[in-house]
């Protein structure tokens, strides 16, 4: 697979411990957000998704938040395993386009 | 992975060369996208498209056009490649449908270096 020397912000968690990452968008008429997880040497993997209509949604041990009067996006995770060590990223778009727009991710780090 | 290959996987060409990257998907989705991935840049989409001959640029189309004649295969090419241009790039798909979201399945990249 492929990856990239990402230098980015990095959040170390031990294990066990839950887990918030964070991330800011720009465009206030984004109504459609996704997060993914791209571990080393592969491409990015659907984690959850959430619409501008809502303020949280909650998956398998994942939840996202929404607050769309502070353009502000975050993902938890609840109960972080050493399998959750990768790179967050956050992508906004709309319905109408097929045009995503990726932050520059966060690196998790879990401390077994 | 959804059924997506890329090829090559990693290569390394000339300044100046044209370069052409492949994706192959095999469940017949209509979109299909290609992004580049650099550091502190995230994924920036580069292409996509719709169906059999219809695409449209993304942000960072300047250097790079695509083609797509098959339902499967969808095609990168660097017209004159720069060494701005190193980098990795990624395929994705998208499933169409109702009650389809807009979530997309990414190929494995490709490593292209230009000197």
């Known amino acids: 697979g492929e990856s990239v020397g990402l230098h980015l912000p990095t959040l170390s968690v031990q294990e066990g411990d839950n887990s918030i990452i964070n991330c800011a968008y720009s465009?206030?008429?984004?109504?459609?957000f996704i997060w993914y997880k791209q571990e080393s040497g592969k491409g990015p993997q659907f984690i959850i998704d959430?619409?501008?209509?809502?303020d949280k949604r909650q998956g398998q041990r994942v939840t996202v938040l929404l607050n769309k009067t502070v353009k502000h996006l975050s993902l938890q995770i609840a109960a972080t395993q050493p399998g959750d060590s990768a790179v967050y990223f956050c992508?906004?778009?709309?319905?109408?386009?097929?045009?995503?727009?990726f932050g520059s991710g966060t690196k998790l780090n879990v401390k077994p | 992975d959804a059924g997506i290959t890329q090829s090559p996987r990693h290569k390394v060409t000339e300044t100046g060369t044209p370069v052409t990257l492949r994706c192959h998907q095999t469940?017949?989705?209509?979109?299909m996208y290609w992004y580049r991935q650099d550091p502190g840049h995230g994924l920036r989409l580069i292409h996509y498209?719709?169906?059999?001959?219809?695409?449209d640029k993304g942000e960072v189309s300047d250097g790079y056009s695509v083609s797509r004649s098959k339902t499967e295969d969808f095609l990168l090419t660097l017209e004159s490649a720069t060494s701005s241009q190193t980098s990795v790039y990624f395929c994705?798909?998208?499933?169409?449908?109702?009650?389809?979201?807009?979530?997309?399945?990414f190929g494995p990249g490709t490593r292209l270096t230009v000197t």
């Open positions: 994705a798909i998208r499933p169409s449908g109702t009650g389809s979201s807009y979530e997309q399945y």
């Open positions: 465009n206030s008429a984004s109504d459609y």
């Open positions: 959430i619409r501008s209509n809502m």
């Open positions: 992508a906004e778009g709309t319905y109408n386009f097929n045009k995503f727009y």
């Open positions: 469940e017949n989705h209509r979109y």
């Open positions: 498209s719709y169906g059999v001959k219809d695409t």
